[in-house]
C-alpha cells in the first residue's frame, strides 16, 4: 500500500526530456520533485511526480508506444489554469525558467487577473489570482458584452 496521498484528479503530461522539465516545473512553478522512476537502459523517466501547491502533476519521457509530447503532436489542445498570488509575477518567473509568453497579464471580465506561457515542452499554462469576486450570472453580461465586441466571435 502506497504511503503517499493522491487527490482525485491529477494531470499527467508527457514530454521530452523529463528531467529537464521536472527542473523547470521546480524553478518556474516551485513544484516539489516526490519521486520518479527511470529506465535504468535508457535514462528516461518512465514516472514522476510533483507537488504543485496542493495538486500533484504526473509526468513521463516520450515513449512511442504509449504516449506523445506536445511536440511531436505540433501543439497540445489542453491548458493548464495555476492559481498564484500574482499573476504578473508568475509569468515574469516563468519566462526567466524558460516559457514563452503568450498572453501578458490583464484584468479579466472573470474577476481574474491572467496571462499565459508555453513552456519548453510544448504545455501552455494560464497564470492567475482573483481580483474580486463575480456572480455566475454577472459573467455571463461581461461575457456576452465581451462576444458583442469582438467581431471574430460572431
Known amino acids: 500500500m ?10 499527467y503530461i508527457t514530454v521530452h526530456n523529463a528531467e529537464e522539465a521536472i527542473a523547470f516545473y521546480q524553478k518556474a512553478f516551485g513544484a516539489k520533485e516526490r519521486f520518479r522512476l527511470t529506465d535504468a537502459s535508457s535514462g528516461k523517466i518512465g514516472h514522476a511526480e510533483l507537488d504543485l501547491q496542493d495538486s500533484l502533476l504526473m509526468l513521463s519521457d516520450e515513449n512511442p508506444a504509449w504516449n506523445k509530447s506536445p511536440q511531436t503532436l505540433g501543439g497540445t489542445p489542453v491548458k493548464f489554469s495555476l492559481m498564484v498570488e500574482n499573476a504578473d509575477a508568475a509569468i515574469a518567473k516563468a519566462v526567466t525558467a524558460g516559457a514563452t509568453p503568450l498572453m501578458p497579464a490583464g484584468d479579466q471580465f472573470y474577476g481574474f487577473r491572467s496571462g ?3 513552456d519548453p515542452f510544448g504545455h501552455e499554462w494560464m497564470l492567475q489570482h482573483e481580483i474580486e469576486k463575480v456572480s455566475p450570472e454577472e459573467m455571463q453580461k461581461r461575457w456576452d458584452a465581451m462576444l458583442g465586441k469582438c467581431p471574430s466571435a460572431k
Open 116 to 118: 499565459s506561457v508555453r
Open 2 to 11: 502506497s504511503t503517499l496521498t493522491y487527490p482525485s484528479f491529477s494531470p
